[in-house]
């Protein structure tokens, strides 16, 4: 097995292994790493819905887990129909950082398709 793929399966297992942390509720403050890296969001029932990172974000993680909850997201605006603030409602999210930008692309791919959020390949959003 290439190096490349354990080093992907490792920090995949570290990504879904990571904790979960719920949104803030309104007015509260999110707090996330300002690193780049994976980042995984789930329903408020537990269920992976979003598997993002952060290719270009100047305050990594953290600016892009605000950008959904500011509705400024694919994601946001197909799943949650452009109200970013559901995601207070109990949704949460977990990450891991990553810097080499080849290793994040890799990850985020390799965790799409072991965890197939539901909205991905079918061009349309679940129900």
């Known amino acids: 097995m290439p190096r490349e793929l354990r080093r992907l399966e490792k920090l995949f297992q570290t990504l879904v292994d990571a904790p979960k942390t719920k949104f803030p509720p309104p007015r509260g403050r999110l707090t996330a790493s300002r690193e780049k890296g994976v980042y995984l969001i ?6 992976v819905l979003h598997v993002g990172c952060t290719p270009r974000a100047n305050r990594g993680i953290e600016q892009r887990l605000k950008g959904h909850l500011a509705s400024r997201s694919s994601f946001v605006n197909k799943y949650l129909k452009g109200n970013g603030s559901k995601l207070r409602s109990g949704y949460s999210f977990s990450y891991v950082e990553v810097a080499d930008p080849r290793t994040r692309i890799l990850l985020e791919a390799y965790s ?15 129900p």
């Open 42 to 47: 789930f329903s408020p029932g537990g269920v």
């Open 112 to 126: 799409v398709g072991h965890l197939c959020p539901l909205h991905i390949g079918h061009g349309e959003v679940a």
